[in-house]
C-alpha cells in the first residue's frame, strides 16, 4: 500500500512539474513581441551568384540576385501586377519586372519577411564607339551593368532601391 501511495505521491509531484513548466513556457511565448516592420517595403541585397556574364540577345547567360524584403503591414506580391522592377543603369531602361505571388494578409500583426531570388538574364554590351551593341568586339572585351532593383506592394508604396554590384559583361562572344 506504501508502494501505491508513493507512486501515486511522485505522478502527483510530476504532474505539477509539468503543469509549472507549460505556464512557464507559456508566459514566456505570451511576451515575445513579433517583429514590427515598417508599412513600407525594405529590400536588401544579400548577394548575387555570379558577377561575369557573357554578352547574348537571347538571354543565354544569367546572374541570380538574392534578396531580403520586410513589408510591415503585409501586403506584398500580387495575382496580376508586376511589382519587382529592375532598370539598368547604363541607360535607365527598365530592364526587367517581375510578380511576387500574392501574400495573403492575416491577424493583427501582418508584418512578413522573406527572401527572393531574380533571374537577371544576360544583356549586350554597348561601346563607346558607336559599334551596334550585341556584337561581338575585339576592341572593347568587356562592357560593365549596374542594376537598381525595387518593389512595390499592393498600397503602391515603393520599396527603398538596391544597386547590385557591378556585372561584367565579356564582349567578344555572341
Known amino acids: 500500500m506504501k508502494n501505491i501511495f508513493r507512486s501515486m505521491t511522485e505522478m502527483s509531484r510530476r504532474f505539477k ?59 506584398i506580391g500580387s495575382n496580376d501586377s508586376l511589382n519587382v522592377f529592375v532598370k539598368d543603369l547604363r541607360d535607365n531602361f527598365i530592364a526587367n519586372r517581375y510578380r511576387i505571388p500574392y501574400v495573403p494578409e492575416a491577424g493583427a500583426n501582418n508584418g512578413i519577411s522573406g527572401e527572393l531570388t531574380l533571374t537577371l538574364y544576360t544583356t549586350c554590351c554597348t561601346y563607346p564607339n558607336g559599334q551596334a551593341p550585341c556584337t561581338p568586339s575585339d576592341q572593347f572585351l568587356f562592357d560593365s551593368i549596374s542594376y537598381e532593383i525595387y518593389i512595390v506592394d499592393r498600397a503602391g508604396n515603393e520599396s527603398n532601391r538596391i544597386v547590385t554590384p557591378r556585372i561584367l559583361l565579356e564582349c567578344n562572344t555572341q
Open 17 to 75: 512539474f509539468f503543469l509549472s513548466s507549460m505556464l512557464v513556457i507559456f508566459l514566456i511565448a505570451g511576451c515575445i513581441k513579433a517583429p514590427e516592420f515598417p508599412d513600407i517595403p525594405e529590400i536588401e541585397l544579400l548577394g548575387l551568384s555570379n558577377s561575369r556574364m557573357k554578352q547574348s540577345a537571347f538571354n543565354e547567360d544569367s546572374t541570380l540576385v538574392f534578396l531580403e524584403f520586410t513589408d510591415g503591414d503585409g501586403d
